[in-house]
């Protein structure tokens, strides 16, 4: 089983609705959880952190978390054809190893 | 936020040489770490460079063939041994951010191994 999985898409969502992106993990005991975009030819970039149960805002992005079903997300609304990417979903495994997910490729349609 | 700075950019090599990678922070920065991500693939952490002592690797990943220096808090360099056209890939430098457990990527170097 891999350690950190995602729906690798694509996934693809008309401009101006809710796009939602997913990524389960396996050890029980990590307790950050990143959420990463990457546009094609660029390294990624940090867009949110989440550490505790529930949902956290910023801006049209929202990250949610269930430690009890080893579950995060992220919602981003009114999507933007600038949202197109990827999006990585990394959970830190302990000593600072983060673990990446496949990564979901995400096109936001005009 | 830390700039990163990376050279080269990109690299067309030949089999069986050598490339060094050196990966540069403004500001001192406790924990870097080298990545790579193949292509189409996702990231995989190589190795934690240490400063003033020996990198830590994953599994996977030996010194022989990754080799890394830390010289200080500002830079470090990764390079990639005897590369075979598998090596091609983006490799990233990292650095966490303020708190421990997050983590900013640098540009990115393209190597293509032919």
């Known amino acids: 089983q891999k350690e950190v999985e995602q729906n690798s898409g694509p996934l693809s969502v008309p401009e101006g609705a809710i796009a939602s992106l997913n990524c389960t993990y396996s050890d029980r005991v990590s307790q950050s959880f990143f959420w990463y975009r990457q546009y094609s030819g660029k390294s990624p970039e940090l867009i949110m952190s989440i550490y505790s149960n529930g949902d956290k805002e910023d801006g049209r992005f929202t990250a949610q978390l269930n430690k009890a079903s080893q579950y995060v997300s992220l919602l981003i609304r009114d999507s933007q054809p600038s949202d197109s990417a990827t999006y990585l979903c990394a959970v830190n495994m302990g000593a600072q190893k983060l673990v990446f997910g496949q990564g979901t490729r995400l096109t936001i349609n005009p | 936020s830390a700039v990163i700075s990376q050279k080269p950019s990109r690299d067309i090599c030949q089999r069986g040489t050598s490339l060094t990678i050196q990966c540069q922070v403004d500001?001192?920065?406790?924990?870097m770490f080298w990545y790579r991500q193949q292509p189409g693939q996702s990231l995989t952490l190589i190795a934690t460079?240490?400063?003033?002592?020996?990198?830590?690797?994953e599994s996977g990943f030996v010194i022989d063939k990754f080799p890394i220096s830390r010289p200080n808090l500002t830079f470090s360099t990764l390079t990639v041994s005897n590369m075979s056209p598998e090596d091609s890939s983006i490799y990233l430098c990292s650095l966490g951010g303020e708190y421990a457990d997050t983590q900013y990527f640098g540009p990115g170097t393209r190597l293509t191994v032919l």
């Open positions: 460079a240490n400063q003033g002592s020996e990198a830590t690797y």
């Open positions: 500001s001192q920065v406790t924990m």
